[in-house]
C-alpha cells in the first residue's frame, strides 16, 4: 500500500507510436505481446519473524517466511516425535507424491453441452450445469431479474406470491446461506416474471412470463447484509481501524501472507487469478491456502478458514491479466463475518469517484517485507480513455479492467496487495467496485493502480458460485 510520493517520473518500460492513437480497448493479441506487472510476487511476501515461543495459541501465531520458519517448541521428547513425523512425511512424499499430485491438482474437467440443451429452463443439461448458472441478477435498488429459456432476456419478478422460502431458495440457488431482506419496488415494466403455484428446484423454473402485475410491484431481494460496517473509520489515517473492513482476507500460501481477498458470501471469497501461477509449485492446491478474515494485524491472526476449492476465471490471460478474477470456495462459511456488496448489474461507479483500497502488501516499491498492520488509502476512479492514453497505459487496458490512484502518484497498492479490494460506498454500504490486479511500479505519476472490474464480472462470479453450491445436485436427465 503506497504512500510516498515519487519524486521522478518512471521510465517507461514499453515504446509506443506516437502518430497512432490508441484503441479504447484492445485486442488480446495485442495485450499478450506486452508484459504487465502484477502487485503480486510468486513466493509469500517476507515477514519479520515473530519471537519464539515454547507454546504458541492458535489465533495469536503469525506467518514467518516459507523460508525461515520460526516456530520453536520445547522439550526433547516433542523434538523427537516431530522429526519421526518429518522422516515419515518426507516418505510419503517420496513413494506416493506423483499420484497424490495427480488427483489433487487434476484439472476440472470441460463443461460439455449436448446439442438439445436449453438454456434457463431448470433442468441440468450441460455437464457442469453452466446452462442454469446465469439466468438470474439484480438491477438497481436490488431489483431481482431472472431470465427464463422462454424469454430469453432478464425481468423483474412479480411481487405477487412472494414470501421469505421462496427468498431463501432463491439465494440458496445463487450460492449465499440465505436471505436477508425482501422488498417490493414500484416499476415501469411492462413484462414480468410471475410466480408458478408451486416453487420449484430453480427460479427460472418457477416463473411465467406475463403482461400483468398487481399494484406494478416488483421483487428487491437482498441475500445477504453486506457493506454495512459498524463503527467510524479515520479519515485519511494509514492503517484500517478495528473492525472498519471487515472483509477483508489474507490469503497465507504455505503459511505466509502471499494476497489480498474479499468475502462476499458466507462460503466465497473473491480474489485475483494470478495469486495462483501454474509455475508455482502447490499455489493451485486447496490444501496449501489458509484464509484469515476480518484482520487488521497479521500479530493477531484470527482462526484460519480452509479453502475447498479454488476457481479461475477460464479465460484468465497472465500476459496481460485481462479477466484477473478467482474465486475461493471455504470448507466452512464465514458466517459471524459481514461480507461486501457486489454491485447491481447496472450500477456505475463514475470516474472522479473517491474510493478505498486495502490490504498488508509492501508500503514502499521494493521493500521485501509486507505490512503487519491493514493499510488503506484513498483512491480515485480514473476513466479509461485517460488510463489507456500514451503518457499513461498506452492501450493496456481492457474493458474488463478499472484505473484507481492519483496520476499525480504516491497513492497506490503494491506487492502482497493482489487480489485485495477496491471498494465504493453508495447510500451508507460498499460496494465492491475492483479486485487489487497489476500495475507499473507503485505510487509513480501516471502509472496508478489496475483492477479487475467487478461489475463486468458479476455473471461469472454468479455462476461459479451457484455452480461450486448448487447445480451440481440438480438432476442430469430432463423431465
Not at 256 to 263: E, F, K, R, V, Y
Not at 282 to 291: A, E, R, T, Y
Not at 407 to 427: E, T
Request: glycine content about 8%; aromatic content about 8%.
Amino acid at each position: 500500500m503506497e504512500h510516498r510520493q515519487t519524486e521522478s517520473p518512471p521510465s517507461y518500460d514499453y515504446v509506443m507510436n506516437h502518430n497512432t492513437p490508441p484503441p479504447s480497448y484492445p485486442s488480446l493479441e495485442t495485450l499478450s505481446a506486452t508484459q504487465v506487472q502484477p502487485y503480486y510476487i510468486p513466493q509469500p511476501v517476507h515477514q519479520t519473524p515473530a519471537p519464539c515461543a515454547q507454546t504458541i495459541p492458535a489465533q495469536t501465531v503469525r506467518a514467518s517466511s516459507q523460508r525461515n520458519k520460526r516456530y520453536c517448541f520445547g522439550g526433547s521428547s516433542v523434538t523427537a516425535v516431530i522429526v519421526v513425523l518429518v522422516v515419515i512425511a518426507v516418505w510419503i512424499g517420496v513413494r506416493y507424491g506423483p499420484s497424490l499430485w495427480a488427483l489433487t491438482e487434476k484439472e476440472t474437467p470441460p463443461d460439455t453441452c449436448p446439442p438439445s440443451s436449453v438454456d434457463c429452463d431448470g433442468k441440468k443439461d450441460c455437464s457442469q450445469g453452466s446452462d442454469e448458472c446465469r439466468c438470474v441478477r439484480f438491477g438497481a435498488a436490488n431489483e431481482l431479474q431472472v431470465m427464463t429459456s422462454k424469454t430469453k432476456s432478464f425481468l423483474p419478478v412479480c411481487a405477487q406470491g412472494w414470501n421469505k422460502d421462496i427468498a431463501d431458495q432463491t439465494c440458496q440457488q445463487l450460492g449465499f446461506r440465505q436471505s436477508y431482506e425482501v422488498g417490493f419496488l414500484n416499476t415501469s415494466s411492462f413484462t414480468f416474471q410471475s410466480l408458478n403455484s408451486q416453487f420449484t428446484s430453480t427460479i427460472q423454473a418457477s416463473v411465467n412470463t406475463s403482461t400483468s402485475c398487481p399494484g406494478q410491484q416488483t421483487v428487491s431481494l437482498q441475500c445477504s447484509k453486506c457493506g454495512k460496517p459498524p463503527g467510524s473509520r479515520i479519515i485519511g489515517g494509514n492503517a484500517a481501524a478495528d473492525g472498519q473492513w471487515p472483509w477483508q482476507a489474507s490469503l497465507h500460501f504455505q503459511g505466509s501472507h502471499t494476497c489480498g481477498g474479499s468475502l462476499v458470501a458466507p462460503d466465497f471469497i473473491i480474489t485475483a487469478a494470478h495469486c495462483f501461477p501454474k509455475g508455482t509449485t502447490g499455489s493451485q492446491l486447496p490444501s496449501n491456502w489458509k484464509v484469515y478474515i476480518g484482520l487488521v494485524s497479521q500479530l493477531q491472526l484470527p482462526n484460519p478458514y480452509n479453502v475447498k476449492q479454488i476457481i479461475l476465471h477460464q479465460n484468465y490471460d497472465p500476459a496481460s491479466n485481462n479477466n484477473d478474477i478467482a474465486l475461493l470456495k471455504l470448507s466452512k462459511p464465514a458466517s459471524n463475518i459481514q461480507p461486501v456488496c457486489l454491485p447491481a448489474f447496472d450500477q456505475k461507479f463514475p470516474a472522479g469517484k473517491k474510493c478505498w483500497t486495502t490490504g498488508f502488501g509492501v508500503i514502499r516499491q521494493g521493500d521485501d517485507s509486507s505490512s503487519t498492520l491493514l493499510m488503506e488509502v484513498e483512491v480515485n476512479l480514473i476513466d479509461s480513455s485517460v488510463c489507456n492514453s500514451y503518457s499513461v497505459y498506452g492501450g493496456r487496458i481492457t474493458e474488463k479492467m478499472q484505473c484507481a490512484g492519483d496520476l499525480k502518484g504516491g497513492k497506490d497498492s503494491c506487492q502482497g496487495d493482489s487480489g485485495g479490494p477496491l471498494v465504493c460506498k453508495v447510500d451508507d454500504k460498499w460496494y465492491l467496485a475492483g479486485i487489487t490486479s497489476w500495475g507499473n511500479g507503485c505510487g509513480k505519476p501516471n502509472n496508478p493502480g489496475v483492477y479487475t472490474d467487478v461489475g463486468q464480472l458479476l455473471m461469472w462470479i454468479y455462476g461459479k458460485m451457484q455452480l461450486s453450491l448448487i447445480c451440481h445436485s440438480l438432476h442430469h436427465k430432463r423431465v
